[in-house]
C-alpha cells in the first residue's frame, strides 16, 4: 500500500453509513457512525489484504482519485 493509502466512499444511509473501497472490489464495511465506519474500514482492509496475501492475489496499487467539484451557490 502506498503513503496515502486506498481511497474509501462513504455512504450516509437511515440508518447508519456503508464504505467501500473502490480499489478493493468486496472490501465494505459500516458503521453507526462516519467515525465508527472508518475504523471499521481500517480493519477491513487489514482483513481483506491478509486474506489475499494468503489466497496468493496480487495486491492492487491504489489508483482511485477523490475530489469534489465546487459548484455556484
Known amino acids: 500500500m502506498n503513503e496515502k493509502g486506498y481511497a474509501i466512499v ?11 473501497v473502490p ?11 462516519e467515525a465508527e465506519v472508518k475504523r471499521n474500514m481500517k480493519e477491513a482492509i487489514e482483513l481483506h489484504l491478509s ?3 494468503e489466497d496468493g492475489d496480487a495486491i492492487p496499487e491504489p489508483t ?5 467539484v465546487p459548484l455556484a451557490s
Open 64 to 68: 482511485t482519485l477523490v475530489d469534489y
Open 23 to 33: 480499489d478493493l472490489p468486496g472490501c465494505i464495511t459500516t458503521g453507526h457512525t
Open 10 to 20: 462513504i455512504e450516509p444511509g437511515p440508518n447508519n453509513f456503508s464504505a467501500y
Open 51 to 53: 486474506g489475499m496475501r
